[in-house]
């Protein structure tokens, strides 16, 4: 009985990197977050796959988004506006 082999698994590898990429890379993460996953996105980034992370955008472009999300008129636009001349100073 020979078993299925999973074509898409994640293997462990072991890398070595600087102690200062390393605390970078800790300080980008909450307590509950996994450093793998981190990196296996940014690796991904890299090399050019669409992935984006939320906590990868700035703040102006997360406004951008919800502007273009909905054509907001009246108050919520207005906030919108509002909120990305403030961080555009």
């Given at each position: 009985?020979?078993?299925?082999?999973?074509?898409?698994?994640?293997?462990?590898i072991?890398?070595?990197?600087?102690?200062?990429?390393?605390?970078?890379i800790?300080?980008?993460?909450?307590?509950?977050?996994?450093?793998?996953k981190?990196?296996r996105?940014a690796?991904?980034l890299?090399?050019?796959?669409?992935?984006?992370?939320?906590?990868?955008?700035?703040?102006?472009?997360?406004?951008?988004?919800?502007r273009?999300?909905?054509?907001?008129?009246?108050?919520?636009e207005?906030?919108l506006?509002?909120?990305?001349?403030v961080?555009?100073?």
């Open positions: 009985m020979n078993r299925r082999i999973k074509r898409n698994r994640s293997l462990p072991h890398i070595t990197l600087p102690p200062a990429l390393l605390d970078d800790d300080s980008m993460l909450s307590h509950k977050m996994s450093r793998s981190w990196i996105n690796c991904d890299k090399l050019g796959k669409d992935i984006v992370e939320v906590s990868d955008l700035s703040d102006i472009q997360l406004v951008n988004i919800l273009n999300r909905h054509n907001y008129e009246g108050p919520a207005a906030i506006k509002s909120l990305l001349e961080l555009s100073e």
